[in-house]
């Protein structure tokens, strides 16, 4: 019985998805979009509108990971999520929460650490920050929160080992939305537990 073909922009998802995983595991680049379009411009695809999701570069990096970054890649993991449950356990008055590539697993020597805090004081984060002369950067971040695009205040930390922290302060309110999986946000236990692992 013959196999179905696979529809040609299918196979080219894959491998622009494969290349910028390569990317991202091979060189510094740690944004998903400039990856996908480099990867886009090694291939030929330049003007392609069929460029993988974020969630397919992670699957296939993770993939590149396990087969050729097998013996380094467990331990650089381990220490951005030891640096990640330290963070979280200094800022567990904000019900810290673990997402992006050091939850799923795909992050590399370059990458950055990311939390969600909550708290219905946009300043409370700031003033923490400052009382306890952590040095930062501020910004703002732009989301959907409960189906409206809100500003959020940001911060980021850089560690004494380099790794950057970035921190997103939400209200409350989004806290208890349901929007959140196991699989992309981890509280302090979560984050412990895959330690322990």
Same mark, same amino acid.
């Given at each position: 019985?013959?196999?179905?073909?696979? +529809?040609?922009?299918?196979?080219?998802? &894959? !491998?622009?998805?494969?290349?910028?995983?390569?990317?991202?595991?091979?060189?510094? *680049?740690?944004?998903?979009? =400039?990856?996908?379009?480099?990867?886009?411009?090694?291939?030929?695809? @330049?003007?392609?509108?069929?460029?993988?999701?974020?969630? /397919?570069? @992670?699957?296939?990096?993770?993939?590149?990971?396990?087969?050729?970054?097998? #013996?380094?890649?467990?331990?650089?993991?381990?220490?951005?999520? #030891? /640096?990640?449950?330290?963070?979280?356990? !200094?800022?567990? !008055?904000? !019900?810290?929460?673990?997402?992006?590539?050091?939850?799923?697993?795909?992050? $590399?020597?370059?990458?950055? =650490?990311?939390?969600?805090?909550?708290?219905?004081?946009?300043?409370?984060?700031?003033?923490?920050?400052?009382?306890?002369? *952590? #040095?930062?950067?501020?910004?703002?971040?732009?989301?959907? =929160?409960? $189906?409206?695009?809100?500003?959020?205040?940001?911060?980021?930390?850089?560690? /004494?080992?380099?790794?950057?922290?970035? *921190?997103?302060?939400? +209200? /409350?309110?989004?806290?208890?939305? $349901?929007?959140?999986? +196991?699989?992309?946000?981890?509280? =302090?236990?979560?984050? #412990? &537990?895959?330690?322990?692992?």
């Amino acid at each position: 019985m013959r196999k179905p073909l696979v +529809p040609h922009r299918d196979l080219m998802r &894959a !491998q622009l998805a494969h290349q910028a995983a390569k990317l991202m595991a091979d060189g510094s *680049i740690t944004d998903h979009a =400039i990856a996908k379009r480099k990867a886009a411009r090694q291939l030929g695809a @330049d003007d392609t509108h069929h460029l993988p999701s974020n969630e /397919e570069v @992670d699957l296939a990096l993770q993939q590149y990971r396990a087969l050729y970054q097998h #013996e380094e890649h467990p331990s650089v993991l381990r220490s951005l999520r #030891e /640096e990640a449950l330290n963070s979280m356990q !200094q800022l567990t !008055q904000f !019900q810290p929460y673990l997402t992006g590539s050091v939850l799923s697993g795909s992050a $590399g020597v370059n990458s950055d =650490i990311n939390l969600m805090l909550f708290s219905d004081d946009p300043k409370a984060v700031l003033l923490f920050l400052l009382k306890n002369k *952590i #040095e930062f950067e501020s910004g703002e971040w732009r989301l959907r =929160i409960s $189906g409206r695009e809100e500003t959020v205040p940001s911060y980021t930390l850089t560690a /004494e080992s380099g790794i950057q922290t970035h *921190i997103v302060v939400l +209200p /409350e309110s989004a806290r208890f939305s $349901g929007s959140r999986h +196991p699989k992309t946000h981890a509280d =302090i236990t979560a984050v #412990e &537990a895959l330690l322990a692992a």
